[in-house]
């Protein structure tokens, strides 16, 4: 493997990780470079938290095979992308029917972070839409006609902001 790329996993295919443990400084450190960076080079994390690549190399291999490291992503500006509509919708669903709720929603076009939760609704959904028509369609068309959905509510998202770890929030 060249020194400049991250090892590839399939992580989320990982179904019989280790039990949990805690990070050390270091495991932390290379966490909290690659959320900031997912492209970062192996050499360059290993430069950044002062070991040596091949150090580096195995930690975010043990990373990535305890489950640690889901995967490498992408952040998106979804306005930029055509998706310029954001909303959290939320949901009461029938009693058991989570996993077959969670399939439905996952295959849902805009569909970008999905959360069984508690308190006054059980599932949290967030969207990204062409336009607040293709909203209105999603939720009125597509989630609302699902035979376990009991109720829902739309919160229109006006602005939003990914925290990075050591970043300062930027402003627009």
Known sequence: MPDDQLPSHDAAAVDSAPPARPLDPIDAAILRLLRADGRASVRSVAEQVHISRANAYARINRLIEDGVIRGFSVRVDHERAGQAASAY??????????RSVRAKLQALPGAAHIALVSGDF???LLVHTADNRALRELVLTRIQAMPEVLS?????????QD?????PPAHR
């Open 89 to 98: 919708i939320t949901l009461k669903i029938v009693q058991d029917s989570w």
């Open 122 to 124: 059980d599932v949290l």
């Open 152 to 160: 829902t509510r739309t919160l229109l998202v006006f602005e939003e």
């Open 163 to 167: 925290l990075l770890p050591g970043r």
